[in-house]
């Protein structure tokens, strides 16, 4: 990698952490200037403006959360385990970028305005909602989890409620409301999503 | 009331509907005046801070939205029902200041900084679960709610899953998340809140 990618990365890595405890409108250069050691120019010369450095370090929080929202699933054959270890990545792994969760901060930070971070957001939940529908949708088929459930709409109340916990929890700087989701979701699956064992 | 404390309770209406739609750094001086038509010096004469100010404005906005999520309820006598108006409230009823849910908003908006605001946040939430619990446990006691209910949680996972939803419907530009949160819970609370009618 060109010495040139290699510093457009870390300023991208810098700007994550930076914009998602601060938001995009609390971050300010000199912020940058601080985190990265490098004067504006130094910085500005890799991206065309503050909308796109955002965007792209949204993207690199958003990665580093799916990773560890991940962890570990790829090695689960039953489709309703997934969901579960899914629910308990997100409410146990803290991902590697300090602030919440990216999703969520960048929602609210863009709703009313930024065009180009919230298209970001908006791709990225889209993602999020695909990716837990085709797990869904895959247990169907393959027996794991009843064929009534909905998979759009399951995936749904799984990211709201682990989101909406994740708020309150960092509000109350407690992660109990967050393990008590977690709780709640995994009784959910067990007693409506999860194909009954009819052995047992 | 006196002329002064009219106009004062007039800045802290506009400067809620500018903070909640574009956040407490998003909202500049500039737009301040322009949204009260004041000089620098006719806001701040009744405020010691921005910070004060938009503490303020945080009530402001959250009395707005509460009063819209509690629409109705005191008319209704079992207190499951009520469970169910108020999450058809928050899914169905905006309030009247523009920009989403204020504790949603004000939570990530405060949650690496702004004591003063983070710590208006906590307390409306933490009212808000009071209540909600209040209510369960009223509904235990009148034996509509069912006597096994952990009042906490159920708050809990009520508030989450509606604030998570809400998250996502603003992003999405599209109510129906929201309006799926507040079936799927109105089914969750039919199932395993109310308690059942033997009669049936």
Redesign the interface.
């Known amino acids: 990698m060109s010495k040139g990618k290699q510093t457009r990365q870390r300023i991208v890595a810098e700007a994550a952490s930076l914009f998602n405890?601060?938001?995009?409108?609390?971050s300010s250069l000199q912020d940058l200037m601080e985190a990265t050691g490098l004067e504006k120019g130094g910085i500005y010369r890799h991206f065309s403006s503050k909308e796109e450095l955002a965007a792209l370090a949204f993207d690199h929080a958003w990665n580093e959360a799916l990773e560890a929202r991940q962890h570990g699933i790829d090695h689960i054959s039953n489709n309703a385990d997934k969901l579960k270890q899914f629910i308990t990545n997100f409410a146990r792994r803290r991902p590697s970028i300090p602030?919440?969760c990216p999703l969520?901060?960048t929602?609210?930070?863009s709703?009313?305005?930024n065009p180009l971070l919230?298209d970001h957001?908006?791709k990225a939940?889209k993602s999020w909602q695909e990716r837990m529908e085709s797990m869904i949708a895959d247990g169907i088929k393959a027996r794991h989890i009843r064929a009534g459930v909905d998979a759009r709409?399951l995936a749904?109340?799984i990211?709201?409620?682990?989101?909406?916990?994740l708020?309150?929890s960092?509000?109350?700087r407690n992660d109990e409301?967050l393990h008590?989701?977690q709780e709640?979701l995994h009784a959910y699956i067990e007693a409506e999503v999860r194909t009954p064992n009819k052995r047992k």
Chains 1, 2 share one sequence.
């Open positions: 405890r601060r938001g995009y409108h609390g602030g919440g969520l901060n929602a609210v930070d709703d009313d305005g919230r957001a908006r939940l709409k749904n109340v990211i709201a409620s682990l989101e909406g916990a708020m309150i960092r509000l109350e409301v008590e989701a709640h």
